[in-house]
């Protein structure tokens, strides 16, 4: 349950999960060596920076789901993710009342595509 009170403005800053890691100008990651190479994402959480988050991946569209280590990095979260030969990595993640699921939030392609 959450409770806040509205400022004048009427703008509630409410925590938010913010994602980074390097993808090509199509949101396209490079398989690189293969199914299997590590990606490194970072996960940062707007408004509750000390809320640890729980990360989960899917490459089949949400169907099914496996969990991630996430491990803190300075101010940040990070987590090294197994991309698969190629295809599209979902990400679920939660955190300080946040629970955020983004299907296809990238897609991988290898270097012989």
Do not use: C
Not at 23 to 50: M, N
Not at 70 to 88: D, I, Q, Y
């Amino acid at each position: 349950m959450w409770n806040f009170a509205v400022r004048d403005d009427g703008v509630v800053p409410l925590p938010s999960i913010r994602y980074r890691t390097p993808l090509d100008a199509g949101a396209t990651a490079d398989a690189g060596a293969g199914a299997g190479a590590g990606q490194e994402l970072t996960l940062t959480v707007d408004r509750a920076p000390d809320s640890r988050p729980s990360l989960q991946i899917s490459y089949d569209d949400g169907k099914t789901w496996t969990p991630v280590t996430v491990r803190r990095k300075g101010t940040e979260w990070a987590a090294t993710l197994k991309n698969p030969a190629s295809g599209f990595v979902s990400l679920h993640a939660k955190a300080a009342g946040v629970d955020q699921t983004v299907i296809r939030a990238y897609a991988v392609k290898s270097r012989r595509s």
